[in-house]
């Protein structure tokens, strides 16, 4: 494969990596933004989403799609509603300080990790993706004749990784439309920008939390499920995921719901690029280090703007 | 014997966003005076007294100390200078002892020193009346009390400067009329920049007034020349016709 | 001043009871404390900067794992004997702790730990990488024969035993007395209300910087002597586990207290241990006890201890 295709395919690729990773950083900075506090449990959201997606689409049994379909309804709503016991019995109590809830937090994340070891165990396990065709993608080239289109050998994408990218879409459009047109958006918001007053006018701050919460959770298993088919389901797997979110989230500005967007998909689209050219822990080892310095010198985030 | 200055501020501003909080203020301290700052709430008082000791980095505007520029100087090395500063809402250690919280204070002269440290803390707890609160875990003090700490902190010192914010905001009238009596026995050695509301304590110990409104200087003089000072009274001190 | 002879009382009082233990225990126990006082190194560490100054670093596994490598890969590659390996140790933790330390002191609370986590993890990275040397996950082994100090074989139980000792001591004496210097208790002045510390004319971010370097030397030091005395070295130990433990531990035993890292470090080895028997998910306990402790004892054992009573206790 010429480098024009190769490029191509790398950029398809990360594009599903940014589908994925916007969904999951999205949850991890609506609980920022709203509840100022760092959830370092969320990667363990996302892994739940996963197993419980196997468990799902294991239980029901037929056609993939039928478990697909099951997975992506139960999956986000059950571990949203545990994530809104967590907060309810832990973050609650510790009454949403930033240090005892990190600290809390990494306390859940294990609970949940070596819960799950428990339960489903130490293997990876797939699960059916509910269509798969693989799609040949068509390339140009300037020849002697004028532009030609050509099908070069592996440039292809299946039809399940597209779909990865349009449901990431429709999600943020509908999550997008939920914060900005609804009732609930607006309590969201409120609480975001003073919870104080936000309690004075009767908006209830508690509840809101746990839903906030809960949703935030929901997001990352909801990027579990449909990541699963493309990558197996294990209990380690909410590490990386975490730490790709983390990243999006400060590079982002913390918070910052239309920085969380656009940093996703640098972040995803130059990871799919950068590890088809590079090795993958030289680049990783670039992006780290690089966000912790972002963190340094710009802690309102690359597309954040200072506060005054 | 002229008056020495010790610190003098110059055209100190400070611009919060579009809020004015100081403009172009001028003060200057006599050395072994005590100069009231007053003015209503919000007037810019504890942004002023931010900007000298270093705690808030001025718009534009210089500070001097002994004749020196001391404008690029962090405030720790403003305090190790020779001056010490109280906050207007009280700031000690609280999970520390009493003793410890002096001890804190003194400690940045004479650590070096265990036999005069020691000796240092019980003379600063003793002045000041807690001496038989010293073992305790200074966050467990009455309000009142948290703030005779902090003063007892700034004491402890030893500074040529002293600034305090509001010392008196809380206190009982036994409490102000100690802080009255132990202000004038530092004063001659000690410099001091007091805000205070209490008109009782300026009347009693201020050599020298000035009256900050809307971040500017709008008067300046002895207690009685304010006192007589129409636009002052319109002011500030129109509300409060005693004294 | 006896107020003061009592926690020397303790502090001596512990060393004896661990000296004793070597005689007392059965030989698995015997172990598994070397290993408790060489962890307990690493906590009393990482206690100088998260309970003592406050500052809660996520990342804490990259000193111990310069420590570890730093002798590791000096005795390997260069065939330093022991000593200089141990320096060469010390040296690395201590610049790497200067040189986070420089970068991260800029930012505070969870900024703090987020920075102290990413540069963790790009040193576990960067060991991963340099996988020809440092064999990666898989880790290396110390060779026997580096493991000789003084003509003295290191890897038997006894010596590894008393080396272990030692260093527990020296470090525990070491960290008592600083912390009761004035340099401690600035860094308690840190903790308490920083402002209030610079306002008195305390040079906080120095303070600050050197508490990183000196916990950042103590956590390299447990390193590369569990290089030394058990003779393996890997990236495992870099990992974010080993940044989450010594938080635990201090958290555990009592943040802020000369003996709590000790006794975090007995409590969690045995719970891990035991556990360990009958699930493989062992971290289980971790979590649940990293919970518990955040929602009803921030104070930990000793923290706890003190508050009911027993005042004293340094
Ligand atoms: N950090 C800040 N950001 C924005 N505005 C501030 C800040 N600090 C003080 N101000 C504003 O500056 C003005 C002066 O405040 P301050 O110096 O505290 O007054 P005073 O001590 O005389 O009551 C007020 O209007 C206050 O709202
Ligand atoms: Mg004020």
Redesign the pocket.
Known sequence: MDFGPHLMLASLEGAVISAILVLTAMGLSLVFGVMRVVNVAHGEFFMLGAVLAWVVSTTLGGHPAIGFIGALIVAPVLVGCIAAGVDRFVLKRVNYDADRTIVATIGVLYIIQQSTLMLYGPEARPVQPPFNTRLSLPWFEFGENGFAMIWPWGLSITSYKLFVIFAAAAVLVALWLLLTRTRIGLIMRATQQDSDTAQAFGVPVGKVYSWVFGLGAGLAALGAVLVVPIQQAHYLMGGDPLLLAFIVVIIGGLGSLPGTVIAALLIGMSDGIISVFFSPTLAKIIATFLVAMVLVFRPQGLLGRAET | MAAVNVLEAKGLTKI??G?E?NVDVDLHLDQGKITALI?P????????V?MISGRIAPTRGTVYFKGRDISQLPAHKRMQLGMAYTF?ITSIFPGLSVYDNVALAAGLRLAHDKQAHDAKVHAVLDRIGLDDRADQTAGDLSYGHQRVLEIAMGLAQEPEVFILDEPTQGLSETEVDAFIALMKSIAGETTILL?EHNMRVVAALADHVTV?DQ?RVLASGTFAEIHANDAVQAAYLGSTPHA | MMASRKPLALHLGILALLLVLFFVLPAYHVGAFSRIMVLAIYAMGYNLLFGYTGLLSLGHAMFFAAGMYGFGLTTNLTGFSVIPAFASAMLAAGLLALGVGYLALRTAGVAFMIVTLMFAQTVYLIILYFGTYTRGDEGFVVQQAQRQLAGIDLTTETARYFTAFILFSVCFLAMAKLVQMPFGKRLIAIRENEERARMLGYDVANLKLRAMVISGVFSGVAGASYALLFGYVGASFAGVQYSIFPLLWVLLGGAGTTIGPLIGVIFMFYLIDISSGWTNAYMLVAGIVLVLLTLFAPQGIVGTLRKRGVAWLP
Do not use: E
Request: glycine share 34%; proline share 0%; hydrophobic share 35%.
């Open positions: 919060y966003g809020v909080a003015g709430n919000g007037a810019g008082k504890s942004t002023f931010g207007q805000i900050l971040g």
